[in-house]
């Protein structure tokens, strides 16, 4: 019994890496697909309250201009933003690397012999190669995006002819299935609209600060903070850390970065620790670690859009694991919560 139980764990973790790494080598083909399927969860609300107006393509119309707006509105408001801060890491990196080595130059005459270590590990360059490699992989995108938006044309189109095959199946699996994927799509929603508007309310709180700090490219720093907003845990750091760096260059103290990235920390601890919780509620109950765990195993295989994925695919599978006996206890498990009670199935 031992040995069979052993045998099942080991063929389930073998089965496991090499579904990821089948993953991560087709991402151009997978990748797109599983935005999509993301993408028509989120606006298919949409594309039902116009069909009930006028007629089917109309309406395909009408829901594929609204994501298409709202696409391109972040888009250009990531280009915007990147591209400014990039534009000025490359006028500043010299400034920056003297500042750096004046500092590092003190500790040192202070009696720390790590001082000159780190100063020789440091290089402003580095900042600069960053930006150059995150405006290539915006860029990069286009293509990524437009094969997505393609996806979503034809799975918008398809939506209610995939749900009657799949009642026609009748009970059972399908159905368990079909009601699975309804509560994943409603919780990818519920997660959508919280994350988008701690987002909003994130960013207007940083460029507020550092309008007020007088710290330069306030907006610009406002705007990474609502676009890095939507990737947990990483993207508040990242945010956090740049215009960390930047206060150090524009006041050349490092007093004032501490205040900075004290400041920001603060307002990213109380929306993404204490407000969006309780705007979520039990609705999305899903452990911090496991979250955290998704962020970087997304970016593992995917890069940027893995690590804005991986949340969403944890909740899809966590959804779907609940509406099975035999699985519910992963769900259970990974929920974060002590008082999970035992569910019943889903109606």
Do not use: H
Not at 226 to 231: P, S
Not at 286 to 302: A, E, I, Y
């Amino acid at each position: 019994m031992a040995d069979g139980r052993a045998m099942r764990v080991m063929l389930g973790l073998s089965t496991a890496i090499l579904f990821a790494g089948a993953i991560m080598l087709a991402q151009s083909v997978v990748a797109p697909v599983v935005f999509a399927l993301f993408a028509i969860a989120l606006v298919w609300p949409v594309q039902g309250w116009a069909q009930q107006r006028m007629p089917k393509v109309a309406a395909l119309l009408v829901t594929m201009v609204v994501a298409l707006v709202a696409l391109v509105g972040l888009a250009l408001l990531v280009a915007w933003a990147f591209g400014r801060v990039g534009q000025s890491v490359v006028a500043n990196a010299a400034t920056l690397q003297a500042l750096y080595a004046q500092k590092m130059a003190w500790l040192e005459a202070q009696g720390i012999p790590a001082a000159g270590a780190l100063a020789g590990q440091f290089d402003a360059r580095w900042m600069v190669r960053v930006a150059q490699g995150v405006l290539a992989q915006l860029q990069g995108m286009l293509s990524f995006i437009l094969l997505t938006l393609v996806y979503v044309m034809l799975g918008l189109l398809e939506v209610d002819v995939a749900q009657r095959q799949m009642l026609r199946l009748g009970p059972g699996v399908p159905a368990a299935l079909l009601r699975a994927a309804q509560r994943t799509a409603q919780k990818l929603r519920t997660y959508m609209m919280v994350r988008t508007f701690m987002s909003v309310i994130t960013g207007l709180a940083v460029w507020a600060f550092a309008a007020a700090m007088g710290l330069d490219l306030a907006a610009e720093w406002g705007a990474i903070a609502l676009v890095l907003n939507y990737i947990p845990f990483i993207g508040p750091l990242v945010a956090t850390l740049f215009p960390t760096i930047f206060a150090v260059l524009q006041f050349g103290t490092w007093e004032v970065a501490v205040t900075v990235f004290a400041v920001l920390q603060i307002i990213q601890f109380l929306g993404g620790s204490y407000i969006e919780p309780r705007l979520t509620g039990a609705r999305l109950a899903v452990s911090p670690f496991m979250v955290l765990v998704s962020v970087f195993v997304g970016s593992f295989l995917w890069g940027i859009p893995g690590a804005f994925i991986g949340t969403p695919v944890l909740i899809a599978v966590l959804t779907v694991c609940e509406a099975f006996p035999a699985s519910r206890w992963v769900a259970d498990l990974m929920s974060g919560r002590e008082d999970a009670p035992p569910r019943a199935d889903p109606e």
